[in-house]
């Protein structure tokens, strides 16, 4: 089986106050489906989407209550600990030194010098994502940033990206790539986000129509923080569950418009 290059999105998870509400909102919103939690792993739990390993959900462990509920996105690496190393020589944080997580693989959390909180997963038996792309799975993400000169600088240098800009007057919105792939977006967040917003990624998840989704993400107690808009990739909104995890979700079938020039 082909290796993941290093800086790949690999996985996502994301911990909560309360797991069981957290599944009913994502079961519902997303069509996803559960494992059974491993209590050996603090009740972590996979979802599936049409069978195929998605995303993680876990309670939120004692001392981690003032820790903001949010999605944390893994990016592959072949080497966890050289990886480590070389975010704190680029002037990042590493937040959770590399630990073995059983045979699965090793994971470490880490933030870049602007505060953007990432995760890097080296596998073992556990691959990451085995759906992408298709509706109730991960299929894009985006550096969300307030410093987006120290973000191109960081995410670049550490996983060897090639960084393109979106030519549009309105947006400061660069491209990162690996091997002429685009991989991952970064936004300069604007006075138009909320203050007290901290820079983040945000993943997008894809779904069959925009729309039905965010009348379930209401009716089940989240919010909709921006949208239904329509673009070339496609018809998209910024969400929140009930529990304060942002993410976005898109209908990649339903586009307008042309595409942005790339520089």
């Known amino acids: 089986m082909a290796v993941t290059p290093e800086g790949t999105p690999i ?3 994301a911990s909560f106050p309360d797991l069981a509400a957290a599944k009913t909102f994502y ?13 050996e792993l603090g009740n972590y739990t996979q ?7 998605v995303a993680g959900l876990a309670p939120q462990m004692p001392g ?34 590399p630990m073995a997580v059983q045979d699965l693989g090793h994971m470490a959390i880490a933030a870049d010098p602007g505060g953007v909180v990432f995760g890097l997963w080296q596998p073992g038996t556990h691959l990451g994502f085995e759906k992408q792309g298709e509706p109730g ?9 307030r410093d987006a000169a120290k973000a191109d600088a960081f995410f670049p240098a550490l996983f060897s990206y ?31 986000f909320p203050a007290d917003l901290p820079s983040h ?29 329509d673009s070339p990739f496609g018809r998209f909104a910024a969400v929140s569950d009930q529990q304060g995890a942002g ?3 898109i209908d990649l079938q339903t586009t307008k418009g042309d595409l942005p020039k790339i520089s």
């Open 247 to 249: 993410f976005s979700v």
């Open 64 to 97: 981690q209550d003032d820790w903001p509920t949010a999605w944390c996105l893994f990016f592959a690496s072949a080497d966890i600990q050289a990886r480590t190393d070389r975010i704190r020589d680029l002037g990042g944080r590493v937040v959770v030194d």
């Open 162 to 192: 090639g960084v393109k800009h979106m030519e549009d007057e309105a947006i400061d919105f660069a491209l990162y790539d690996l091997g002429g792939d685009t991989t991952l977006g970064r936004m300069r967040m604007t006075d138009d």
């Open 201 to 229: 990624i945000n993943p997008y998840f894809a779904v069959e129509n925009c729309d039905d989704t965010l009348a379930n993400v209401t009716k089940l107690g989240g919010q909709v923080h921006f949208g239904p808009h």
């Open 47 to 53: 979802a599936y989407s049409d069978g195929k390993a």
């Open 27 to 39: 079961g519902e919103v997303l069509g996803w489906t559960f494992g059974e939690s491993a209590e």
């Open 137 to 145: 799975s991960y299929c894009w993400a985006e550096i969300t940033t």
């Open 11 to 13: 996985w996502l998870d």
